[in-house]
């Protein structure tokens, strides 16, 4: 079986934009009203909401805390020894506030809005159970809070007339697996239209013929003309490469027969392929005329790829095998909550791609638009993921509830949404569902994979299934598009054997735990192993029940073609699910990252990128080399290194030479000194490359006391748009600049100028500091501060202070929006 798969993407603009005289967009994110409770009348025009707390949106209300152990405790039944057993998760869902109704409020300005026009409104997602009210009356709704949903709020508006909107949420207990956010936690967008014009992702674009000379485009675009009468209607498309060159130019005219929808095929000669490698992106822009007046103005940005799979060979994307080195991540961005940041979701990216990872999984919901349209720019393949329950519950308030009256519904705003980006590269009709032990469990995947190619023939279906037995003997995995296995390297060989499709993928692996910066003694490989601080071991040799280390996926995914890839849990920890310490408090953040809550890359990173990171070497050791009290002991070094072999020196003692060999799967990709005993001093690592020549080192020395802060910025030039970030990472050094990995000082911020402090986070899970105010202790030597940009050009500056430690200080700088 092959699928060939090239396809474009649309994105609708978020700032405020007029394409045409008809639509007009609105980003509509300041001076909202916001109030927890649910107050009477509170959607009536006359309301009075001036005592309640003035903010901007995305807007996330239960980030800012308390952290408290009864927040949404979940008791949940496992099976142990083949009985019924009661579990207490006390972090399960973060121990954050978001149980409970919410209100926001927001005038819509008498400019926006005239008579004759269409005014539609544009949620990105709201968490959760969203109604909309326009001046009193309810304008619609939605359930699902991961979901983007548009309301067409014309018939409640009074043209020329200040208008009140009003937004209801609504979150309950038991609902998550994990933290999910409060409130309108994406954007808002208001778009204004003629009555003529295209709706809300009514665009589609597919390239089914691409090669070296040529590639057709065909473009379906859907047009509503309310109540008026019927015209001549035109539809003109350029289609433009980057720099803005027009390629290709077509014009077609609507016919009674066409029912609202225009066809268009455009040639464009030599196309550039779009790759993870190279982004290369082009823009249809599509205009529609009534006679000769312009109603409308759509852009559909796009790419050109083609996607297989096929039996024993696998994934290819344009011709070229290759296989997924992807992550799975939540939605919430640490500090920030679930409130999206372009910055935030930038900064993961970056340093995602820096470690070699080429793909994502939305996990285990639909993604904010933002990560689409960046992973389209910065060249991610995405796996982009629906639901976490279907039929049967996990959660008494689970997705179960819902899922009769909203699963279609919710599957066609998905594909809808994302089916034109080059980036989505597969659907993802959900995540270990307990339908996979049910009788018929089959049939759903049917349901909702039919709706995938209804909607979307060009893409295959996948989902993360973890009951092996299960879903091979009652035909659960066959009936999928791409098995999709989580957990199981073990059986991949065997799944194949009994499989049809000839291919399968790891949807979600490894699942080890560690905490930045710690070690452990004695190193040895450990199913959930605890301790008495509620940490994990950085050595990367702990896990879960279920998982196992990199190294035992590592060598699956090198043996076997027919395998397409892996998705590994998780690419950075996030709020909720602390396994091993789910019932521990006051643990409320993962440990699965392979990097911690505030984006530090833990020695896990250095891991995956010198195996998945083909374009720069890479060498990393472990662990730190400041270990009092342990002199004499032996404590083992571990070297990270796309490098076949090297060389361990202590105070210049030479401690071997190591290479990577087949022995054992951790001894194929790491290099291993288990019998070093620790001398407080200097540690070497001296790499080879394959001929045997000296080609990195890195040393590593024993720190003094903690004398002085060190602050290094991702970014020190933002945008003066009120939203930009620039993360700042502070280490406490000793007086030679040393990292001190055991410091836990209290350190305080204060910033000055055209900036202001955002939030701070160590990466502790087990930490109840509160990420919106200005002081937090180092964990392990180290945080991160999120200075955000004003609205205004010029600096700020920042500055970090500690008791006995010497300030430190940096600017930054605003520059003005073009």
């Not at 994110?29 to 927890?36: E, H, M, R, V, Y």
């Not at 008579?115 to 619609?140: C, E, H």
């Not at 000379?213 to 001549?232: C, D, P, R, S, Y």
């Not at 010198?610 to 009290?629: A, D, V």
Request: net charge neutral; proline share 5%.
């Amino acid at each position: 079986m092959a699928t060939c798969l090239a396809l474009p993407f649309i994105f609708l603009l978020v700032s405020f934009t007029a394409f045409s005289q008809g639509r007009k967009e609105y980003l509509l994110q300041d001076n909202w009203k916001f109030s927890k409770g649910d107050p009477l009348r509170a959607a009536m025009p006359d309301f009075n909401a001036k005592t309640w707390e003035t903010i901007s949106i995305p807007h996330d209300w239960a980030i800012k805390g308390p952290f408290e152990v009864n927040n949404d405790i979940q008791e949940v039944q496992i099976k142990e020894n083949n009985e019924k057993q009661s579990s207490v998760k006390s972090g399960r869902t973060g121990g954050l506030p978001f149980i409970g109704t919410g209100w926001y409020r927001k005038p819509l300005s008498a400019s926006f809005f005239k008579a004759g026009q269409r005014a539609v409104l544009l949620f990105d997602g709201a968490m959760s159970y969203p109604t909309v009210f326009i001046n009193g009356k309810q304008a619609g709704h939605w359930a699902y809070g991961y979901n983007s949903f548009s309301v067409d709020i014309t018939a409640f508006l009074k043209a020329g007339q200040e208008n009140i909107l009003a937004v209801r949420v609504k979150n309950l207990p038991e609902a998550s697996r994990w933290y999910p956010g409060a409130g309108l936690y994406r954007n808002v967008h208001l778009i204004v239209t003629d009555e003529v014009h295209i709706p809300v992702w009514g665009t589609y674009i597919t390239t089914p013929v691409i090669n070296a000379g040529f590639a057709k485009v065909n473009i379906q675009t859907k047009v509503e003309n309310h109540g008026l009468a019927a015209q001549e209607l035109k539809l003109v498309t350029e289609i433009k490469d980057g720099s803005g060159k027009i390629l290709s130019t077509g014009s077609s005219s609507l016919a009674e027969t066409d029912e609202s929808q225009f066809e268009q095929q455009l040639i464009v000669k030599t196309p550039v392929l779009w790759s993870p490698e190279s982004p290369v992106l082009y823009t249809a822009v599509s205009r529609l005329y009534a006679g000769k007046e312009l109603k409308d103005e759509y852009e559909t940005t796009f790419g050109f790829r083609t996607i297989k799979f096929e039996p024993v060979k696998g994934f290819s994307l344009n011709g070229k095998y290759r296989k997924f080195k992807g992550v799975c991540n939540h939605h919430d961005l640490g500090p920030l909550g679930a409130a999206i940041n372009l910055s935030a979701l930038r900064r993961q990216l970056t340093i995602l791609k820096d470690m070699g990872c080429d793909a994502i999984r939305t996990s285990h919901n639909m993604p904010a638009p933002e990560l689409v349209k960046l992973c389209d720019e910065m060249g991610f393949m995405l796996m982009v993921e629906s639901f976490d329950e279907w039929k049967t519950p996990k959660v008494k308030n689970g997705y179960h509830t819902l899922f009769e009256e909203w699963a279609e519904k919710d599957m066609i705003n998905m594909v809808h949404r994302d089916r034109n980006h080059p980036s989505v590269v597969l659907w993802s009709i959900g995540n270990e569902v307990r339908d996979q032990d049910v009788v018929n469990g089959n049939k759903l995947i049917t349901f909702l994979q039919d709706i995938c190619h209804r909607e979307d023939p060009t893409r295959l279906v996948t989902m993360g299934m973890n009951h092996y037995d299960q879903v091979m003997d009652n035909n659960f995995a066959s009936a999928i598009d791409i098995p999709g296995f989580n957990y199981k390297p073990d059986k991949y060989e065997s799944a194949n054997t009994r499989l049809p499709q000839g291919f399968l993928l790891g949807t979600e692996t490894v699942s080890t735990v560690s905490s930045r910066g710690v070690y452990k003694f004695p190193v040895e490989f450990a199913k959930m192993r605890k301790y008495a601080d509620n940490q994990s071991s950085s050595y990367d040799v702990e896990y879960c029940d279920w998982s196992q280390v990199p190294d035992d996926e590592f060598a699956k995914q090198d043996s076997l073609e027919f395998v397409t890839g892996e998705f590994v849990w998780t690419g950075f920890d996030y709020l909720g699910e602390p396994t091993p310490y789910d019932e521990s408090w006051p643990s409320h953040s993962s440990y699965f990252g392979i990097l911690d809550l505030a984006g530090l890359p833990k020695d896990r990173y250095y891991l995956y990128r010198s195996k998945w990171n083909t374009e720069s070497p890479t060498l990393h050791i472990l662990p730190h080399w400041t270990f009092p009290g342990r002199e004499g002991q032996v404590t083992p070094v571990f070297a990270y290194t796309s490098y076949p072999s090297a060389e361990l020196f202590i105070n210049g003692k030479s401690m071997g030479r190591q290479t990577k060999n087949n022995s054992s799967n951790t001894s194929t990709y790491r290099l291993m000194w288990k019998e070093v005993t620790y001398q407080p001093g200097m540690m070497k690592v001296v790499a080879y490359d394959q001929n045997g020549k000296a080609a990195a080192e890195e040393t590593v020395h024993t720190a003094g006391k903690p004398h002085h802060l060190v602050l290094e910025a991702d970014r020190d030039l933002l945008s003066a748009d009120g939203k930009d970030l620039s993360y700042v990472t502070v280490k406490i050094v000793d007086k030679d600049g040393n990292l001190c990995p055991d410091a836990s000082d209290e350190l305080t911020f204060t910033v000055s100028g055209t900036g202001k402090f955002k939030v701070v986070a160590n990466g502790d899970a087990t930490s109840l500091a509160l990420f919106h105010v200005p002081h937090m202790k180092a964990f392990h030597g180290m945080l991160v501060v999120t200075l955000q940009s004003s609205n205004k050009a010029g600096e700020m500056v920042l500055k970090v202070k500690g008791k006995q430690l010497k300030q430190s200080s940096m600017s930054i700088q605003n520059r003005t929006v073009q």
